[in-house]
Nanobody, 121 residues
């Protein structure tokens, strides 16, 4: 079994900052690319940022310069530092990871259950 558990969401005022964390646990052999996605009410889930196992990053245009993705491989954890938050950043944020389990020959994609970020005054 593999689990991804997000934390760090909450209510923040416009212009504020939040840091999301996502820890992977279970019978993990290796973790490849990790990422964050978000889904606002009535909208489709969209990519926010990804980071490869070698820490190469990719960002959605809407968050470039405001959000920073990072990872701690020893902790099987990915982070999303969000700054200069806007009301349009309000969404449920989901963690995503490509994980190869012990004894398996291939990787699978796993998702967390999400953490709500609300940007409002």
């Amino acid at each position: 079994q593999v689990q991804l558990v997000e934390s760090g969401g909450g209510l923040v005022q416009p212009g504020g900052s939040l840091r999301l964390s996502c820890e992977a646990s279970g019978d993990i052999f290796i973790i490849g690319t990790m990422g964050w996605f978000r889904q606002a009410p009535g909208e489709q889930r969209e990519l926010v940022a990804t980071i490869t196992s070698r820490s190469s990053t990719n960002y959605a245009d809407s968050v470039k310069g405001r959000f920073t993705i990072s990872r701690a491989n020893a902790k099987n954890t990915v982070y999303l530092q969000m700054s200069s938050l806007k009301p349009e950043d309000t969404a449920v944020y989901y963690c995503n990871a490509d994980i190869r389990r012990k004894g398996m020959l291939y990787s699978m994609e796993y998702w967390g259950k999400g953490t709500l970020v609300t940007v409002s005054s």
